[in-house]
């Protein structure tokens, strides 16, 4: 459903059924799963519980539908196929908060959830729950049959109480929902003053997006400890969910085993991807390296690279430039032709194709190049993301800077005084 569409009432999706994008059906919607928050701030909508043909719950993340209209749901098509388990700060719609009593704000009076209304929010790929269908008095029973009766109205989440998470006095989904607006840096700083016991609780209570952002912030010890008290399939969803460099340096840290069997967990696609920059040592253009940059070919138009581009899940490193290669463009791809920065997209018509305002002069890092080189490369040439290129000029992946920095900086760079501390950036000192 494109942002600004009618709101979506979470009774309409009982037991329709999730296609991926050539048509075929994967499975039908049984359930949604929100996440409550402090006061009286909507809850977020994380997914969908579909049940495949073969009876078993698997989660679908809402980042993963592309669509929800005429009674059936788009998606994506990658689907990760390990049974739906709930976590502390999930909740299930129709297992939970339908037929649940809670209190009308204005008159205090007590009302029975019939329905929830979601919807995506504008210019993101985030839902949440927008409205409340409610029905006042009480449903009885009488000959086995449920009986209900009352004035039924839809109100705005706010004009309700009895779901918050104080009222549930939920100890770390409470902490977690005071911290849900800081950035994934931020919220890194602040795990990583928790006690162990502490982090572990927030941890295991963040969805694995959330948490793979946070632990590619974290400190490397605090990365394995984290891992290491996750379940082993679920550390694999979060690997997984990070970016390949930072999955693939953080298991260069595990004992061998660990490794292969987390790696065995993983989907062969992403683990190929994590296995591949493995290969690589650690301070060099091939260890630094993400798999995953925008790649299109010599064909797509300008109209292509900016619908590319408006990806929110794109770094802003990311973001700001296209490598334009031959098919195929997966990494590693067929022959890099060379990149169109974000810039000259915005002053080119949307019908121009990218092979006509290439950058096919700026120089490649070849992926054994040693840190102080892809350092240099970024000064020279004011980059924020380089191509990384083979001897057979197959585009292998980009270096973002970020990932140049974090590795120059010392070790213990997150506990000096300008992250989050006295004197930090942006607070006058």
């Given at each position: 459903?494109?942002?600004?569409?009618?709101?979506?009432?979470?009774?309409?999706?009982?037991?329709?059924?999730?296609?991926?994008?050539?048509?075929?059906?994967?499975?039908?919607?049984?359930?949604?799963?929100?996440?409550?928050?402090?006061?009286?701030?909507?809850?977020?909508?994380?997914?969908?519980?579909?049940?495949?043909?073969?009876?078993?719950?698997?989660?679908?993340?809402?980042?993963?539908?592309?669509?929800?209209?005429?009674?059936?749901?788009?998606?994506?098509?990658?689907?990760?196929?390990?049974?739906?388990?709930?976590?502390?700060?999930?909740?299930?719609?129709?297992?939970?908060?339908?037929?649940?009593?809670?209190?009308?704000?204005?008159?205090?009076?007590?009302?029975?959830?019939?329905?929830?209304?979601?919807?995506?929010?504008?210019?993101?790929?985030?839902?949440?729950?927008?409205?409340?269908?409610?029905?006042?008095?009480?449903?009885?029973?009488?000959?086995?049959?449920?009986?209900?009766?009352?004035?039924?109205?839809?109100?705005?989440?706010?004009?309700?109480?009895?779901?918050?998470?104080?009222?549930?006095?939920?100890?770390?989904?409470?902490?977690?929902?005071?911290?849900?607006?800081?950035?994934?840096?931020?919220?890194?700083?602040?795990?990583?003053?928790?006690?162990?016991?502490?982090?572990?609780?927030?941890?295991?209570?963040?969805?694995?997006?959330?948490?793979?952002?946070?632990?590619?912030?974290?400190?490397?010890?605090?990365?394995?400890?984290?891992?290491?008290?996750?379940?082993?399939?679920?550390?694999?969803?979060?690997?997984?969910?990070?970016?390949?460099?930072?999955?693939?340096?953080?298991?260069?840290?595990?004992?061998?085993?660990?490794?292969?069997?987390?790696?065995?967990?993983?989907?062969?696609?992403?683990?190929?991807?994590?296995?591949?920059?493995?290969?690589?040592?650690?301070?060099?253009?091939?260890?630094?390296?993400?798999?995953?940059?925008?790649?299109?070919?010599?064909?797509?138009?300008?109209?292509?690279?900016?619908?590319?581009?408006?990806?929110?899940?794109?770094?802003?490193?990311?973001?700001?430039?296209?490598?334009?290669?031959?098919?195929?463009?997966?990494?590693?791809?067929?022959?890099?032709?060379?990149?169109?920065?974000?810039?000259?997209?915005?002053?080119?018509?949307?019908?121009?194709?990218?092979?006509?305002?290439?950058?096919?002069?700026?120089?490649?890092?070849?992926?054994?190049?040693?840190?102080p080189v892809v350092a240099g490369f970024f000064a020279t040439y004011d980059m924020v993301a380089a191509p990384v290129v083979d001897e057979a000029g197959s585009l292998l992946g980009a270096v973002t800077v970020d990932d140049v920095l974090d590795h120059m900086l010392p070790d213990d760079w997150r506990e000096t005084e300008f992250h989050l501390g006295e004197g930090a950036v942006g607070d006058g000192s």
């Open positions: 459903m494109a942002a600004g569409a009618p709101r979506i009432f979470v009774s309409h999706l009982s037991g329709i059924a999730c296609f991926d994008p050539n048509g075929d059906q994967v499975g039908r919607v049984r359930d949604v799963v929100v996440m409550l928050r402090v006061g009286h701030r909507p809850p977020r909508v994380l997914g969908l519980v579909v049940e495949l043909s073969t009876r078993r719950l698997i989660f679908l993340p809402m980042t993963r539908v592309t669509g929800i209209d005429s009674g059936q749901v788009i998606t994506t098509g990658v689907l990760n196929v390990r049974r739906f388990e709930q976590r502390p700060t999930e909740r299930l719609v129709f297992g939970e908060l339908l037929d649940r009593r809670v209190t009308l704000t204005e008159t205090g009076e007590e009302v029975t959830v019939l329905d929830l209304s979601v919807r995506q929010l504008p210019a993101r790929r985030d839902w949440e729950v927008e409205r409340v269908f409610v029905r006042k008095g009480r449903t009885s029973r009488a000959g086995g049959f449920r009986r209900a009766r009352g004035e039924t109205l839809t109100v705005e989440w706010s004009a309700v109480t009895g779901f918050t998470l104080e009222e549930q006095e939920q100890g770390a989904e409470t902490l977690l929902a005071t911290f849900e607006q800081l950035r994934p840096a931020d919220l890194a700083n602040v795990l990583h003053h928790l006690s162990p016991k502490r982090r572990a609780e927030v941890a295991a209570a963040l969805d694995d997006d959330r948490l793979a952002d946070v632990l590619e912030e974290l400190p490397e010890d605090d990365q394995i400890e984290i891992l290491g008290k996750l379940k082993k399939e679920r550390a694999a969803d979060v690997l997984e969910a990070m970016d390949p460099d930072d999955a693939a340096d953080l298991l260069s840290e595990l004992p061998e085993e660990e490794k292969e069997r987390l790696l065995s967990l993983m989907q062969p696609s992403d683990a190929a991807d994590v296995r591949r920059l493995m290969a690589y040592e650690e301070r060099t253009a091939g260890g630094l390296m993400t798999t995953e940059p925008i790649v299109l070919r010599p064909d797509a138009t300008v109209a292509d690279a900016l619908a590319r581009i408006r990806n929110p899940d794109l770094s802003p490193a990311l973001a700001a430039q296209i490598y334009v290669c031959r098919a195929p463009d997966e990494t590693p791809t067929g022959k890099y032709l060379g990149t169109v920065h974000f810039q000259r997209l915005l002053r080119d018509p949307p019908y121009t194709l990218v092979s006509s305002i290439l950058d096919d002069d700026l120089q490649t890092l070849d992926p054994d190049a040693a840190l």
